[in-house]
């Protein structure tokens, strides 16, 4: 670590820092999915499920990926049916301990008869006692459920054994519980008869409140508290509904665990987990709880384990809670991916199942909507949505022009055929010898140019007043231009109707940021045509429900538009793919393919009107079909507009390029334009 003047402090990059948010660069990571989708709901739920690109701030893509690779090893570690292993091998060593003691009993008096010649009555007994035992041990059922419930009725005649039996028992009796309420450990593990009465009235009045919840009733769940808040540990529920929640989560795991088992383990673990308690009233208040909670409905999953790790009871059901916490996330995720509301997640959950930088990238997604919304590029309406402002939109069409620019600066402008001039406009020379009267705005690389090429090179250069060259003036001309762009289904087919959304922000940003003067319409045209908002452009869709390519319609709404306009320059440029195929009549679209006669007429009948106002046409074309080009050609006959053919892809070069060049005449003195 190195210190630098300033406070500033730098360290070696190792992936874990995390860099200051740039919310222009958060808004060009959204630009192509509103282009695309014309949804900013939908381009934030990208967003939010891919992350930041280039950064190391991942999505809910990736967080859910790790959360089912987790899920994937704890199936693939563990071997569910090892917990009835775990019991078996207890109840063996149990077993071993009891025999143990059994043999030594029938082995002190074998030893005493020796010493003796004979056994007295209490050796009898023993020994008596003794057999009884080994064959009550040697006729336990194969079993593990039937050998525990004889166990039951049997006198241990080891202390330890017995000791470790009751240990066993309460671990089982633990299970049962936990099938329901979580923490009583403490209160079986001393299960005196006080105990287990306080446990039954807990039990009873826990009934109680649910058959007054259903009711409809004020269950009293205070009073509960105040009497038996101390069986539920350190963190009591702090009202019935947390309270019931637990509940059934743990019903809801304890129900997984007997899905994920065979048929045969499940009738094992319900036999050794049924009535384990002595007091058959606690039995059947247990019972009674179980018939009562069914309206929570608690649902368990099942889970396939395949791997080797064993495990025990508690443990299993441990990894039953684990295993449902972990899909209960995972299916907030996917909530959350499919809505784009990250508040569905818990973000406690997340950190305790996938770690502190699960969470910390969670609270850096919600601080990409936090920069949005800060730096002005969207705003909240309510209900965790969303819309853009002006500035993002201004920002999208920045965005769709910067990036025809650098496809610009990847290519010479030679490389676009250029169409055949019309009658509307004509480009200039920049610069001309200067003349007495002129503002004194010298060329100064061509006037000494000049200069050297009339008294040869030498040092210094000296000058004279006819040596010297001038920028023209510019006179820049206001000029009306409205964009018709084909809104039919052809142009989404083809995967051109994006590159025309782009091209219609780019151009839109071009005017308003450099020509203020200008005014720019767009129109979109299917069966019939529409004139849209600068902020509707982001969200523009094709129509899918009507058909028709009415170009008469969009050229009519063009030149009514454009008459409100000031003098200037007007022009229309119209962007589609295909021939007219649809026309009004009466108010009505007419629409059939091919073209029909009457369609036809009807075109250019407005191309004519659009002519007579002196508007240019100039026509965009994403088809070159023989039909499509005379039809083409024909308008440009008739208004003395241009044509181009280009792609999707050219589309944007091709616009920006040629309004750019004819929109700026550069005006000589004693010259005109022409």
Known sequence: MRQFPGNLRYSTWDGSQQLALDAAEIMSALTDDVIEHGDLRWALRNLMSRGLQGTSLNGLNEMLKRLREKRREQLSRYDLGSLFDDLRKALDEILAMERQRIDEWLAEDESNGQDEGHGNFSDNVLKSVAERSRQTLDELPEDLPGRISELEKYEFLDPDAQRKFLELLNRLRQAATNSFLKGMENLINQLSDGDMDRMK??????????????????????????EFGDLFGDNPPASLDELLEQMRQQMAAAQSLMNSLSAEQRAQLQSLLQDRFDDPELNRELARLMKGMDFLRPEGRQYRFDGGEELSLEAAMQL????????????????????????????????????????????????????????????????????????????????????????LKRQSLGNHALPEEGRFGERLEQTRPFAFGDAFQLHMPRTIRNAIDRSGPGSPVRLSHEDFEVY??????????????????????????????????????????????????????????KALKAHELPFLQWDDYLLGTNMQHALLLAARLLSKEPEGAKQIIMISDGEPTSHLENGQAQFAYPPTPATIRAT???????????????????????????????IARINGGRVFYTTPEQLGEYIVVDYVQHKRTRLGRGRQAS
């Open 201 to 226: 009235r807990m039990l009873q009045a826990l009934n109680d409140m649910l058959v007054k919840k259903i009711g409809g009733e004020d269950p009293g769940f205070d009073e509960f508290m105040a």
């Open 320 to 407: 039953m809670n684990d295993m449902q916490r972990l899909d209960d996330l995972i299916g907030q995720v996917q909530n959350a991916e499919r809505g784009g509301d990250l508040g569905r997640i818990d973000r406690d959950l997340l950190e305790q199942i996938a770690g502190s930088e699960a969470a910390e990238n969670l609270d850096g997604l919600n601080d990409l909507l936090k920069a949005l919304e800060e730096a002005g590029y969207i705003r909240a309406k309510g209900d965790n949505r969303f819309e853009l402002t002006p500035r993002g939109s201004r920002m999208i069409g920045q965005k769709a022009l910067g990036e025809i620019y650098q496809r």
């Open 472 to 529: 023209r003036s510019e006179m820049i001309t206001s000029t009306s231009t409205a964009m018709l762009v084909d809104l039919s289904w052809s142009m989404a087919l083809r995967g051109s109707f994006q590159a025309a959304k782009k091209v219609a922000l780019a151009l839109h940003n071009l005017i308003s940021s450099r020509y203020p003067k200008d005014s720019f319409h767009v129109i979109g045209f299917a069966a019939y045509a």
């Open 604 to 634: 250019l009948r407005a191309v004519r009107h659009c002519t007579q106002k002196g508007i240019a046409i100039n026509t965009f074309m994403l088809d070159r079909s023989p039909y499509l080009k005379a039809f083409m050609d024909e």
